[in-house]
């Protein structure tokens, strides 16, 4: 039976680089594979999924108003499985539908993404997908200091973490780094000595 997957972790834990290589993994079995990303995650440029290691392929982008589960049944319905990358981004209602998909379909839906932003709250889609999911799997990280991150630290242009914010704010290693709560709260400490933040 069909599941809905949820592979998450902080930033920089291959998230992207896993989504692809499970849709190769689909793919040299003769299986097609419906590769989706959330459209507000423009970093790549349109329809491209890429890792940081280089990996990259070409996906379907989805606007936050599409109805994913009309969508697969009218163009897509020959795809053995859905992967999807940035599912954060995600609605809650996006995630029922790929949910519906799987029970309807019985196929396998897998969705890669972060569990929480930069302020430590986490994303609806990802909530949603805590709530819904068959299987989650944390995919883990490595803060500076060697502990297990946690958190997705944002930089502003002076390299001064940002505690305060819109929720999405899109952008890569130059923008967010992973890091273990004790240090991102050091951080914060250390910042607000200084007047900072």
Not at 67 to 94: G, H, K, M, N, W
Not at 101 to 126: E, K, N, Q
Request: aromatic share 8%; proline share 3%.
């Amino acid at each position: 039976m069909a599941k809905l997957y949820f592979k998450f972790g902080a930033m920089g834990c291959s998230k992207t680089a896993q989504a692809l290589i499970t849709k190769f993994n689909y793919e040299e079995r003769g299986m097609k594979v419906l590769l989706m990303k959330p459209a507000i995650d423009d970093r790549e440029g349109a329809s491209v999924v890429r890792s940081r290691i280089g990996l990259e392929a070409p996906c379907l982008m989805i606007p936050g108003d599409q109805d994913i589960y009309a969508l697969y049944r009218s163009e897509y319905s020959d795809r053995d499985v859905i992967i999807v990358d940035e599912c954060q981004f995600l609605t809650p209602e996006q995630v029922d539908q790929l949910g519906q998909i799987v029970l309807d379909m019985d196929i396998p839906v897998l969705c890669f993404g972060l569990r929480t932003d930069f302020a430590t709250h986490l994303f609806p889609g990802s909530r949603r997908l805590f709530e819904l999911a068959e299987s989650i799997t944390e995919i883990k990280s490595v803060c500076r200091c060697g502990a297990k991150a946690t958190v997705n630290a944002r930089f502003d242009d002076d390299g001064n973490i940002v505690y305060k914010g819109d929720q999405i704010c899109i952008g890569g290693n130059n923008r967010y780094e992973a890091m273990c709560r004790k240090c991102w709260e050091k951080r914060k400490k250390e910042q607000a000595e200084k007047g900072i933040g």
